[in-house]
């Protein structure tokens, strides 16, 4: 099988995140959870995870780094935790349906939303994201980079906006953590949710957020924490106060081996051989009749991610024969991406979507173009 469907989960790992995973399935207990070895194994494990994405980010400290089985609830617990009635919150087109329907259930209890459009490339303008702030709004929440076009936003130029109109700054990084750098502070990002199992590299059920040192988040569970046993309330010290109930010691190993891997390997090298295998792929079947390709691949940085259709064949049968007949596995149909779709005009037929990790290879990439141009002859 040819794997090209990363942007949903990166499926090969190093063989150092199945290693530790094994080794901690054998050998850890339950961090916070007494004093013995299997305990304290756990404890520290989840704690050097905490530094190192620390480090990855370049948080103030480890203590602002909370673990979560995902971008999802990372993103729940960051828009339900911010957001009151009376509120208003902006925005965009590009997000998946972890931003946007939390941001509707919170609509729905009275926080009023602003949902930026985007051209035809599907990039926002970022004059408009300015010109929507209003006296009353809480927060600017959007994603790094597009899972359905590639197309990334410049989460620079937005967090500066955002402080100098003192408003909060929400990103989703869930298909960006792990191949370009994010400097939360530099970047003056107030809260970064990112997931495990995608270009961090690490097994699915991790992920985690990054949440500004002194900003206050209501959380979205309570309960066992392994301290502060008497206190009818959760804690909230940072980074129990967003922490309820046993971690996921096991998965949170297999991350630590990831990052430990990516700090080695170098994200840029990562990142230089996934655009190569996207622009390769891009220029590849961007001449063939009938294929029609989404998202603005001018821009200098995007993810990478190639997302097309062919004629106007549903994207599913497209998707069902490049993995029937070629072995190819890709994504289609709409990706949670409803309003991207809608502005693309492929709300019906959804889209076929290549995504590229830095173990694919060349051969691979020119296997696909060349079943691309068969069914598209075809």
């Not at 942007?7 to 530790?20: G, H, Q």
């Not at 985690?208 to 206190?231: F, I, Q, W």
């Not at 830095?358 to 598209?376: F, G, K, P, Q, S």
């Amino acid at each position: 099988m040819i794997y090209m469907d990363n942007a949903a989960t990166t499926m090969r790992k190093p063989k150092e995140v199945t290693e530790a995973v094994v080794q901690a399935m054998n050998s850890i207990g339950n961090a916070g959870r007494g004093a013995t070895e299997a305990a304290l194994s756990a404890s520290r494990i989840i704690y050097n995870t905490r530094e190192r994405l620390s480090r990855f980010f370049h948080a103030e400290n480890p203590k602002q780094i909370v673990f979560t089985a995902n971008s999802t609830e990372s993103l729940n617990i960051a828009i339900k935790g911010t957001l009151n009635p009376g509120d208003h919150v902006i925005t965009t087109v590009l997000e998946h349906n972890s931003v946007l329907r939390p941001l509707y259930e919170c609509r729905d209890k009275g926080v009023e939303l602003t949902i930026l459009p985007s051209d035809e490339k599907g990039n926002i303008c970022y004059e408009e994201m300015e010109n929507a702030i209003r006296e009353n709004t809480r927060a600017i929440i959007c994603t790094h980079g597009s899972n359905l076009t590639g197309n990334m936003v410049d989460i620079h130029w937005v967090g500066n906006i955002a402080k100098s109109h003192g408003i909060l700054f929400v990103v989703d990084a869930s298909q960006t953590a792990g191949v370009f750098p994010i400097d939360v502070q530099a970047m003056n990002i107030d809260i970064l949710c990112f997931t495990g199992h995608k270009s961090l590299l690490g097994p699915q059920g991790t992920g985690g957020m990054y949440v500004r040192e002194g900003l206050a988040v209501r959380p979205l569970l309570c309960g066992g924490s392994g301290v502060d046993t008497y206190n009818m309330h959760h804690p909230q010290e940072m980074p129990t106060a967003l922490e309820a109930g046993t971690l996921n010691g096991h998965g949170i190993a297999g991350l630590n081996a990831a990052l430990k891997y990516l700090e080695e390997t170098g994200i840029e090298e990562i990142e230089k051989k996934e655009t190569d295998l996207m622009r390769r792929f891009y220029e590849g079947i961007s001449q063939i009749k009938g294929v029609k390709i989404y998202g603005d691949f001018e821009a200098e940085k995007r993810c990478p991610i190639v997302t097309f259709n062919i004629a106007d064949y549903d994207s599913s049968e497209i998707s069902d024969e490049l993995f029937v007949t070629y072995g190819i596995s890709t994504r289609p149909g709409a990706h949670c991406a409803p309003l991207m779709h809608k502005a693309l005009g492929t709300e019906k037929q959804g889209a076929v979507r290549f995504s590229f990790s830095h173990y694919n290879t060349e051969e691979e990439v020119d296997a696909a173009i060349e079943a691309v141009r068969e069914i598209a002859a075809d």
